[in-house]
């Protein structure tokens, strides 16, 4: 048999289905690559070496007593460590929780168990999914497999970097302001943040309540379908959960097609700080829809470029509060405890200790935000904002069906350039983050190497709420031209490590 | 702590000053699980053996509103004659406490469940007074402390406190008060007399047992003064956790008397918060903080809105109790009682007993006999509630009934209802197992009436010359050779019988 | 819109319960400045016809009922507390009041 790790997850599950190869040599051949490589990438906080067998040995048991197999049974994946995981670390990238070993699964968890997913590990991430880069993890940063020297995205650069180089052909990430679809641009991997509801955030760490949502991760469209129905559905555990059928992405993943369909093409994304290289490949992409048969239609959002704005107050703010409850009482880190100080000064004390600067300078400016006085200027006004990004798609999804955009104004940055420069980190989510605000569907898959520095371009697609099953059918139909033309997938061009 | 505010008598307080009173009432619901999440409410749990990931606030959880607490907090906003938000969000109130896992309450902020409402309350001489409702809203407990290491187990000089969070997460109610004005010298009796009508509607309403004594009834007063004439508030103080109809009554007088000791030395009142002591009936000023408090209030992204259907709020509006205060007085009017008498039944906790007690076929007057006597001296006894007695209602009427038809005199009732309460099983069985039956078949008591005649000729003359109230003596020997099992009535006539007298 | 002073980030920490480093205090208060400087332009869009938006998709009446699920045992409620005694969590010494 050919290399494991590099077969798609549809592949694997296949193989291990028809007994070609067992979930176990699936395993073992991904922990293999994680031990041989993961020095270098550094994707994973921590490697579930014995819960990864224990549950590929589960699946071959299943197969050798006849029982019917789940699509993705035996596929192994990357978890970013923001989900619980029951009796496994779970760190969030944060020094506070460093050692923590939750009592719980979290939904998502539970749902991966259940469909026989094997869990490798958990990924690393920008210290409680703030970043872009994944720089601002406590543990170190991650190296992007087509550039050690340069960033995978963030926050879920751990698990973009595992897809792409071939330690896991799954991954999860949870997309807040985009760390989903930034990660997957700047990796050549394909991900998905599906509407807001759709997927249980009930035992995924809190950043942003409001915005926060977990999705798949994969190197194709249809796996990362496969990884959404597998995950998506309704949860009691949480109350935003929606309450109605997964939509059929599968089945639209394997039907991809363009033809007949409205593509719109917003106006406010692009220009200035946009990457010559990135607007180049995203023009082919545009370029490539009308080819295969979409109607391409401009249309403005003009409220978009306030979305940073309201983002960056919004999420703080929520965060603030969210992040209230490191507080060294009853789990995590607690620092400074020698018998003399109070219950106050310990808490100050762990939290000084166990944030990191990033961390830190969002609470401050959430805890502003929401501060008498200040709430309804800052706060309250970004809540407007957000209805009047919400009116914007609204009205563009009464025109068309889908919109496109570039995932990313730029290609993956430099470790260390934008580490202390909040505000230019900031701008790498600007596309991404309408979707946040408004709670509906986007996905980012390859569509090119930009041309001036050989690093991947990621293209947006945009559904509205629920409608998530049709960035699956665009996503596949781009790929599938785009293969073509490539004559192989993108990833194949990226370095062996 | 000692106490060093002076105090002015309560009469020069109110000869110069006018009190404004706002009452904060924080009620436990008795619901089974908590407010957000499937832990059981039960009372008397192992620390730390009814959390979850929720209530202990774990990085991860979520919460999910119990819908019996939002019901719960609906009825009381009818009761209390409110508005029913047509729709209202949860908010997160921001601060750190070790009690509080989340370090931020999941309350209600400007949009309560319910608005807009009144209470009237009868006050001791029957006048009743309208206290004005601002709001009512839900929220959630906090876990429990225990300081160890201070002198006191209070706060102050603990080396370390241990944290049980079994009571973080369990519903609460907290009711609002508009200002209560005009209550003038009455103020503190307003305060208890609300404070119990509330009591009284909460456990009509079956929502929570609202025990006081237990925490499940919790009351903040807020207290200033104004000198008479004037309109503007004072600073107000805010007694926290008030929690007995005594204690109220006193903190508020007490605020009363110290607030007008400072004022009228020229001095200002600092809004702080103060701590009820229920030993020396004073209260102490609580930490001063540096900083005013910014709760950071904003809307619970993890919960979305309430909208409680307006046909939901109409069927709930249905199923409402008539009102205590009115309850009461129909009542009292049925048993014949005096306003006096009702308000020690009330006091005793006892209303409910009785009217249950008359459903099951008792007289009333019965019934309000036996709870307000025999039994009501058990539960100062024993130091537990008169409803928690081992007795029922049910039992209480069949011991009437025996009553009534003779089988029981009061002496035996008593001794049936001491080996019911002693676990000796339903009345009947008392009197089975204890053999306690009056003995009136003639044969069984002629040959004691023969003896009590033949022990005493001299009365039994008398009887014979036609003094038959001398009966009685004879009566009294027989009671006292059958051990008081006698038919007394039947005694006597046995008596006269036998003597050839006519009754 | 105001500065963010030292003394605003100090105030800022305290409410938050970060014991802040003399050097953060200076190094926080430029970039919240220009961060804060950056977003306050949100106030200036929405007009007051329009409604905040606090959650993304319009559910309303999420409840569960009032039944009993079952709880953490007392060891994995307490499997990550820094210090425990007695079944309960242990806390340093607690300033304040209920
Ligand atoms: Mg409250
Ligand atoms: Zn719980």
Redesign the pocket.
């Known amino acids: 048999m050919a290399d494991l790790t590099r077969l798609t997850a549809a592949q694997t599950a296949a193989a291990i289905a028809s007994g070609e190869t067992s979930a176990v040599d699936v395993a073992q051949a991904h922990l293999d690559r994680i031990a041989a490589i993961d020095e270098k990438v550094h994707a994973f906080l921590h490697v579930d070496t014995e819960g990864a067998l224990a549950a590929a040995r589960a699946v071959d048991a299943k197969r050798a007593k006849g029982e019917e197999l789940g699509p993705l049974a035996g596929v192994p994946l990357a978890l970013k460590d923001i989900f619980t995981t029951e009796g496994v670390p779970t760190t969030v990238g944060s020094k506070i929780l460093d050692g923590w070993i939750p009592p719980y699964d979290a939904t998502l968890t539970r749902r991966l168990k259940e469909a026989d997913v094997v869990i490798l590990g958990k990924t690393n991430m920008d210290e409680f999914a703030m970043g872009s880069s994944t720089e601002n993890s406590a543990f170190g940063p991650t190296g992007n497999p087509w550039d050690l020297t340069r960033i995978p995205g963030g926050s879920g650069g751990g698990s973009s970097a595992a897809l792409a180089s071939f330690q896991a052909p799954l991954a999860i990430g949870t997309d807040t302001g985009g760390s989903i679809r930034q990660p997957a641009a700047v990796t050549g991997t394909v991900g998905v943040k599906p509407t807001y509801g759709a997927v249980s955030r009930y035992g995924m760490v809190a950043f942003s309540s409001s915005l926060d949502q977990g999705g798949p991760c994969a190197r194709t469209v249809l796996d990362a379908a496969l990884l959404h129905e597998a995950i998506a559905g309704h949860d009691p555990l949480d109350s935003t959960s929606i309450d109605a059928p997964v939509p059929a992405v599968v089945e639209a993943a394997r039907n991809g097609d363009v033809r007949g369909l409205r593509v719109g093409v917003v106006k406010e994304f692009g220009g200035e700080g946009y990457q010559d290289g990135v607007m180049t490949r995203f023009h082919e992409s545009v370029e490539l829809l009308r080819e295969l048969g979409a109607e391409i239609v401009e249309v403005s959002c003009p409220s978009f470029t306030y979305a940073l704005a309201a983002y960056y107050l919004i999420a703080p703010s929520e965060c603030s509060s969210n992040l209230a409850r490191f507080d060294a009482m009853r789990y995590g880190l607690r620092v400074g405890d020698d018998g003399t100080r109070s219950a106050e000064e310990v808490t100050a004390l762990t939290r000084e200790a166990g944030f990191g600067a990033e961390v830190k300078r969002r609470i401050m400016l959430g805890t502003y935000a929401l501060s008498s006085g200040y709430y309804d200027a800052y706060y309250g006004s970004a809540q407007k904002v957000r209805t009047l990004i919400t009116r914007d798609f609204e009205r563009a999804f009464g025109d068309v069906d889908v919109l496109v955009s570039p995932t990313t104004p730029t290609t993956a940055f430099p470790i260390g350039e934008r580490a202390d420069d909040p505000m230019a980190m900031y701008l790498a989510d600007l596309c991404t983050i309408p979707s946040n605000l408004a709670g509906n569907a986007a996905m980012s898959l390859p569509c090119g190497l930009a041309p001036e520095d050989g690093l991947p371009v990621g293209l947006q697609i945009i559904a509205p709420a629920l409608a998530d099953d049709r960035l699956y059918r665009v996503g596949a139909a781009v790929e599938s031209a785009f293969t073509a033309r490539w004559g192989h997938p993108l990833l194949e061009e990226a370095p062996t490590l | 702590m000692t106490v060093t505010d002076d105090l002015v008598s309560y009469e020069d307080a109110l000869a110069s000053y006018d009190p404004v009173m706002g009452l904060e009432v924080h009620v436990e619901l008795g619901t089974r699980t908590?407010m957000f999440?499937?832990?059981s409410t039960e009372l008397g749990a192992e620390p730390n053996s009814?959390?979850?990931?929720?209530?202990?606030g774990l990085p991860g959880s979520l919460p999910v509103v119990n819908a019996v607490g939002v019901e719960s907090a609906i009825k009381i906003g009818l009761a209390l004659n409110c508005e029913i938000a047509q729709w209202c969000r949860f908010a997160r109130k921001n601060y750190f406490y070790p009690d509080m896992p989340k370090n931020f309450q999941t309350s209600q902020y400007d949009e309560p469940i319910a608005f807009n409402g009144y209470l009237d309350v009868a006050l001791e001489d029957g006048e009743v007074f309208r206290v004005e409702i601002e709001r009512a809203h839900m929220e959630e407990d906090t876990g429990k402390s225990t300081h160890i290491g201070g002198a006191t187990g209070r706060i102050h000089g603990a080396s370390h406190s241990l944290l049980d969070y079994n009571r973080a997460?369990i519903p609460l109610i907290e009711i609002v008060t508009k200002p209560i004005e005009g209550a003038g010298e009455r103020a503190p009796e307003v305060a208890r007399a609300y404070v119990a009508e509330l009591r009284e509607l909460i456990r009509a309403l079956g929502v929570s047992e609202a025990r006081m004594e237990m925490g499940q009834m919790r009351c903040d007063v807020n207290l200033s003064l104004r000198p008479h004439g004037t309109e503007k508030f004072g600073t107000r103080s805010e007694t926290k956790n008030v929690n007995s109809l005594r204690s109220v009554e006193r903190a508020a007088r007490f605020e009363i008397q110290r607030h007008a000791a400072v004022l009228s030395t020229g001095g200002t009142i600092v809004q702080e918060t103060r701590h009820f002591h229920e030993d020396t009936g004073s209260t102490t000023s609580g930490r001063i903080k540096e900083e005013a408090e910014d709760y950071r209030y904003f809307p619970e992204p993890d919960l979305v809105p309430v909208a409680p259907a307006r046909e939901w709020v109409e069927e709930l509006r249905a199923t409402l109790p008539e009102l205590p205060r009115l309850r009461r007085a129909r009542l009292r009017e049925e048993w014949g009682i005096s306003d006096h008498e009702m308000q020690s039944v009330l006091n005793a906790g006892a209303i409910d007993l009785i009217v249950a007690t008359v459903d099951a076929g008792a007289p009333a007057d019965q019934a309000r006999k036996w709870w307000m006597g025999e039994l009501a001296r058990r539960s100062n006894e024993d130091g537990v509630e008169l409803s928690a007695l081992p007795i029922t209602p049910a039992q209480v009427a069949r011991v009437c009934a025996l009553v009534a038809e003779g089988k029981l005199n009061d002496k035996l009732a008593r001794q049936v209802i001491e080996g019911v309460l002693a676990g000796e099983g339903d009345p009947d069985q008392v009197v089975e197992k204890r053999g306690l039956a009056v003995v009136s078949d003639s044969g069984a008591l002629g040959a004691a009436v023969d003896e009590a005649i033949a022990g005493n000729p001299g009365i039994a003359d008398k009887i014979r010359d036609g003094k038959v109230a001398a009966a009685g003596a004879l009566v009294g020997a027989v009671m006292k050779a059958t051990r008081g099992q006698a038919d007394a009535a039947r005694v006597r006539e046995l008596i006269l019988e036998k003597l050839g007298v006519q009754g | 819109m105001p500065g963010i002073t030292r003394e605003e980030v100090a105030h800022l920490g305290r409410l938050s319960r970060l014991e802040l480093k003399d050097e953060e205090l200076d190094h926080f208060a430029g970039q919240l400045d220009e961060i804060i400087g950056a977003v306050a332009r949100v106030s200036e869009v929405a007009g007051e016809d329009v409604p905040p938006t606090s959650h993304p998709l319009p559910l309303t009446n999420v409840m569960r009922p009032d039944v009993v699920r079952p709880?953490l045992t007392p060891q994995q409620a307490l499997s990550g507390a820094p210090a425990q005694e007695q079944q309960r969590f242990k806390v340093p010494q607690i300033l304040g009041e209920d």
């Open positions: 908590k999440c499937g832990c009814q959390v979850c990931p929720t209530c202990l997460g | 709880s």
